[in-house]
């Protein structure tokens, strides 16, 4: 399905019905990457539209010369609530900096947004600033492949559990992203040490106090850290941090068999 969004063609698939949940896909990643962790789980689970979009210039969805910064990302996103889902309550679900653009929506929406389940969100936009943390890989199995493709080695300097499971993964849940994402518009966004990568007004992001949160994080992350969301999450009531010592940054794919598990947790504690 598609959506304009000002000049830019926004790339989504929707399936059931129910209370709407918005997924947020991480940087380079598309919306397979989230589909394909989620779907499986809501198969056993009614009562949600899950609505899967492609950021802008990732997937399928268009870049733009108008967007230049986090900021403008957000807006369009916005309008694109708006315009798809309207004034009703929502979830939203989101990956790295899928969920730092949740953030934004949550500190915008207010009391729309009903839960937001996130995994190792991105809290501090520039990279310099954050505390993160050594990505040591967990040689569980040997894998057969070639050792110099560099998606297996993309793959290495990015998972902790290294197993014939987890690559088959990275392969159907990052690689086709990283081929396609559009990556002169992400490296614009990102430039001058990615200044523009974070939201003008980062220091005063606050969510409503209702609002449940599920945020889970990997206390290997290299990409994002621990630290910094344990220091931003912990001040919200009805905030729940799982820190998993045994993923990284691709925590989806690590412990991909426990997610159902937390998922579960969370839509019961929202819907109590």
């Not at 110099?148 to 290495?156: A, F, R, V």
């Not at 159907?172 to 939201?199: K, N, T």
């Not at 992001?205 to 290997?220: E, N």
Request: charged share 20%; hydrophobic share 35%.
């Amino acid at each position: 399905m598609k959506a304009t969004i000002k000049d830019i063609e926004l790339d989504y698939e929707m399936f059931g019905e129910g209370t709407t949940i918005l997924f947020l896909h991480g940087n380079a990643l598309d919306k397979i990457s989230m589909k394909h962790s989620y779907e499986p789980i809501f198969q056993t689970i009614s009562g949600y539209r899950r609505i899967y979009v492609d950021l802008p210039g990732m997937g399928d969805s268009h870049s733009s010369l108008s967007i230049n910064s986090t900021d403008d990302m957000l807006d369009i996103l916005l309008a694109f609530i708006g315009q798809v889902i309207g004034h009703e309550d929502i979830l939203l679900f989101g990956h790295s900096y899928g969920g730092y653009l949740s953030l934004g929506i949550m500190n915008k929406l207010q009391q729309r947004v009903k839960g937001a389940y996130l995994t190792c969100p991105v809290v501090i936009g520039q990279f310099d600033q954050r505390r993160v943390e050594q990505q040591v890989p967990i040689i569980e199995e040997e894998i057969h492949t070639d050792t110099s493709n560099s998606e297996y080695q993309d793959y290495l300097s990015m998972n902790i559990r290294i197993n014939p499971k987890t690559w088959e993964l990275y392969q159907q849940l990052i690689v086709p992203g990283v081929r396609r994402a559009d990556h002169d518009f992400m490296d614009r966004i990102q430039r001058e040490g990615q200044q523009y990568y974070r939201y003008a007004l980062e220091e005063q992001l606050s969510l409503h106090h209702d609002t449940v949160l599920h945020v889970l994080l990997g206390k290997r992350d290299h990409v994002v850290g621990y630290q910094d969301q344990i220091d931003f999450f912990t001040k919200y009531p009805y905030s729940t941090t799982t820190i998993l010592g045994n993923s990284g940054h691709n925590l989806f794919i690590d412990v991909a068999e426990d997610n159902h598990e937390w998922v579960t947790h969370f839509l019961n504690k929202v819907n109590q």
